[in-house]
């Protein structure tokens, strides 16, 4: 069994920053990518920001060079720090990873999401 717990989200000014973690526990053998999802209230959900076992980084253009993933391999946990948040990031942000289990399958998992809503 593998879980993705969420936490970070929470009220805050426009203006202002956030820092989101998402922790990945269970029967996991490894990780390879790990990402971050927001659905605005009405929205599809899309990709915020996405970072691969090797670092690397991708960002939808809506919040580059404001919001900045990381992840910390050793306690396989994925960040998003958030700055100069605006009204429009407002949604719930939902943690995703592609996990290989201790049976060798490998499959996207996904947290329970945790709100961000901007106040103007």
């Known amino acids: 069994q593998v879980q993705l717990v969420e936490s970070g989200g929470g009220l805050v000014q426009a203006g202002g920053s956030l820092r989101l973690s998402c922790a990945a526990s269970?029967?996991?053998?490894?990780?390879?990518?790990m990402g971050w999802y927001r659905q605005a209230p009405g929205k599809q959900r899309e990709l915020v920001a996405v970072?691969?076992?090797?670092?690397?980084?991708n960002y939808a253009d809506s919040v580059k060079g404001r919001f900045t993933i990381s992840r910390d391999n050793a306690k396989n946990t994925v960040y998003l720090q958030m700055n100069s948040l605006n009204p429009e990031d407002t949604a719930v942000y939902y943690c995703?990873?592609?996990?290989?289990?201790?049976?060798?399958?490998?499959?996207?998992?996904w947290g329970q999401g945790t709100q961000v809503t901007v106040s103007s």
């Open positions: 995703n990873a592609e996990i290989r289990d201790w049976k060798l399958v490998m499959r996207g998992y």
């Open positions: 269970g029967s996991i053998f490894s990780i390879n990518a």
């Open positions: 970072i691969t076992s090797g670092g690397s980084t």
